[in-house]
């Protein structure tokens, strides 16, 4: 008879503890109850009105997740360093107008795209420098530039809406990058593209690594011998690049832009991360929990009217939820 020693008995015991342990960890994680508060809403929802659980419903609400999710997924990266882009909104929309400006100049609208994007990594780029290069707090920096977004728009486009091609048009083929003619949301699929690509550069990249680092003890990272400046600016033009996609994404759902708009869309955008789990003070954060609470923002929006409330009602529910989210770091943190 084969026999056993303390010590397997041991190692059996503590990779059982280790194991419950992990998945008390898991359900105790702000990213799992952030699932489970998406299932919830959509459940009640769903059960509330029997026109909720159309597919138009879910349509409407892949649509309203395209720009707010590019714009969450960019300005995660800033966050987890422990800084603040206000100014993603007004720059997404800045960028899409002055793209629709090209494109009434005659420029062929693949370059228009292009330039979008280009314009939001500018911003980015411009919001990095005043913060690591001019030591401007976040807050003051991208709040200015917010502005700067805001009035660039409206001067360019000299407060006029500007349209972008419609489908079916020569130059429309863009549209069907978020919806084909048979109205399926292609778009879904484009923006985990892109979250897949983001979480791949934050976990699997130095990268990452650098924000990470800088978000959880930024001093610390500078006397490791990193850039610090040079990885702080190079999350701001993430975000400024995602602003971009974000535009581009906005005009291919609502094809009109008008000049001036854009301020309050960043908002959706950071409480979607923060209910997705991503710590204000840096350090701790994820692609996947940030779409989840784009997603519960989402559902949010469109469902509200279902039950007979306005969507002015989604601020105040929005508003609890964030206090809630906030609440659960804040408790995460003092037990680190």
């Known amino acids: 008879m084969q026999q056993h020693g303390k010590g397997e008995i041991c190692l059996k015991s503590n990779s059982s503890n280790g194991f419950i342990s992990s998945i008390k960890n898991a359900v105790a994680s702000q990213r799992f109850i952030a699932i489970l508060a998406l299932v919830a809403i959509y459940i009640f929802f769903a059960v509330s009105s029997e026109s909720f659980r159309s597919t138009d419903t879910l349509v409407s609400i892949f649509d309203a997740s395209y720009y707010i999710g590019f714009l969450a997924i960019g300005v995660t990266f800033v966050i987890i360093t422990g800084g603040i882009d206000l100014s993603i909104g007004t720059v997404m929309m800045c960028a899409a107008i002055i793209g629709g400006v090209l494109f009434q100049m005659g420029l062929p609208i693949w370059l228009v795209l292009i330039a979008i994007i280009a314009i939001g990594g500018l911003f980015g780029l411009f919001n990095g420098i005043l913060i690591a290069k001019f030591k401007l707090p976040p807050f003051i920096a991208t709040l200015g530039t917010m502005m700067i977004a805001q009035g660039l728009g409206s001067i360019i486009s000299n407060v006029q809406s500007v349209t972008f091609p419609l489908r079916g048009s020569d130059a429309g083929y863009y549209v069907n990058l978020f919806r084909l003619p048979n109205n399926f949301p292609v778009g879904i699929f484009v923006l985990i593209g892109f979250a897949l690509l ?73 409480a979607g991360v923060v209910i997705g789990g991503t710590s204000l003070s840096g350090g701790i954060g994820s692609i996947l929990g940030t779409v989840i609470g784009v997603f519960i923002m989402s559902v949010l929006k469109v469902g509200l009217p279902y039950i007979d409330l306005q969507p002015h009602y989604q601020l105040f529910i929005t508003g609890i939820v964030l206090i809630i989210a906030v609440y659960f770091d804040v408790r995460r943190r003092n037990k680190l």
């Open 198 to 270: 983001a979480a791949l550069v934050l976990n699997k990249t130095k990268i990452g690594r650098y924000i990470f680092a800088i978000g959880s003890n930024r001093e610390a990272t500078r006397l490791s011998g990193v850039n610090v400046n040079r990885w702080e600016t190079v999350a701001y033009i993430i975000s400024g690049l995602f602003a971009g996609i974000a535009g581009i994404a906005y005009a291919a759902t609502y094809t009109t832009i008008l000049p001036g708009e854009g301020a309050g869309f960043e908002l959706d955008a950071i």
